[in-house]
């Protein structure tokens, strides 16, 4: 799975005609990175759920199965200061202390108007009535998932992963929802956003033990969201074509699956891959997984959040 997104991305970054890598924008964020800061990455306990093992490992889990709404989250009704992804996570967060975990049939069970009352969401708006009924779908994938394959238990899903990340992400994407794979032209671009930072999240939230201890984290690659592309453009280290930036300052949504967005996505991955690449022949220990928390927290910045980033609803990022 890995080998095939890098050299995916690899492929599209040297085809692509909307989105080009600096080489010199590269050089330049490589030197300046302050790579202290770039390796520990940890658990966020104010926005995230803590409690015993099992019920913090079905929140993560539950928590990746929605981690997606970037292009309908101008929609969100987000809690004050809080980004999209926050709110989300908070609002799981809360339910969990409340309730406890959503027992697998009990995500089998739910329904938009349910899934928007745990959100803390209504159906009023359109757009997010539409991304309530996606969260639910995905609820209803990961239930049914469990259920069937893993008799409920989401230990066992881990478990099946035998330590390795790669293959706790190959499972999860056996689930449409985390099956993030596009087409350029005639090529088949996997990117795997969720499905690859569910056990980076799963090591973070249990320090890289238990449900959390992944042998191969170092091989992830970075998770293509809108936002690590997005600090890559901002910091020179990726140029997009001016009518896609023109595109971009209308707020105008960029279509799931077009080949701006399949550029954008994955020639940020590209870029990351030759930024670790460069920072490793500069002697730094640096992998995507870290430079990729390194690059999503430096974007939660006014520099980044002043700017726009790209919109796409899809239900993979
Ligand atoms: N590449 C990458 N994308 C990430 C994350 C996270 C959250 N993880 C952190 C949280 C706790 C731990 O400390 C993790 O570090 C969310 N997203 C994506 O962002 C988008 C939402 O953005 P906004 O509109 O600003 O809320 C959405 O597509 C969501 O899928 C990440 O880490 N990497």
Redesign the pocket.
């Known amino acids: 799975m890995l080998a095939e997104i890098r050299a995916a991305c690899a492929e599209v970054a040297r085809r692509s005609r909307w989105v080009r890598l600096d080489e010199g924008g590269l050089a330049r964020f490589a030197e300046t990175l302050e790579l202290a800061s770039v390796t520990a990455?940890?658990?966020?306990a104010a926005?995230?759920y803590v409690g015993d093992p099992e019920a913090m490992l079905a929140f993560n889990l539950t928590l990746d199965a929605v981690?997606?709404?970037?292009g309908y989250?101008p929609h969100l009704r987000k809690r004050p200061g809080k980004?999209?992804?926050?709110?989300v996570?908070l609002a799981l967060k809360e339910h969990f202390e409340a309730h406890g975990p959503l027992a697998p049939r009990e995500l089998v069970a739910l329904t938009p108007p349910r899934t928007a009352a745990l959100f803390g969401q209504d159906l009023g708006d359109p757009v997010r009535a539409e991304l309530m009924r996606h969260f639910t779908e995905a609820l209803h994938q990961l239930g049914s998932y469990l259920v069937e394959r893993f008799g409920g238990s989401f230990a066992a899903l881990v478990a099946a992963a035998q330590g390795r990340a790669e293959r706790l992400a190959e499972l999860l994407a056996e689930m449409p929802y985390f099956r993030d794979v596009a087409r350029y032209g005639e090529l088949r671009v996997p990117l795997y956003?969720?499905a690859q930072?569910a056990p980076?999240?799963l090591a973070?939230a249990f320090d890289g033990q238990g449900y959390g201890h992944f042998s191969d984290l170092e091989q992830l690659t970075?998770?293509?969201?809108?936002?690590?592309p997005h600090v890559l453009r901002v910091d020179g280290v990726l140029v997009y074509d001016p009518a896609l930036v023109a595109r971009l300052e209308a707020g105008a949504l960029i279509p799931a699956g077009s080949e701006e967005e399949v550029e954008i996505r994955a020639v940020a991955l590209h870029a990351a891959e030759r930024l670790v690449a460069q920072l490793r022949a500069a002697g730094e220990a640096v992998s995507a997984r870290q430079l990729?928390?390194y690059?999503?927290?430096r974007?939660?910045q006014e520099r980044y959040?002043a700017a726009p980033r790209h919109r796409t609803r899809s239900v993979f990022?």
């Open positions: 990455p940890r658990y966020d926005h995230h981690n997606f709404g970037s989250f980004s999209g992804y926050f709110t996570a956003k969720r930072i980076s999240d973070l970075i998770f293509a969201d809108n936002l690590v990729d928390v690059l999503w927290n974007g939660q959040k990022y």
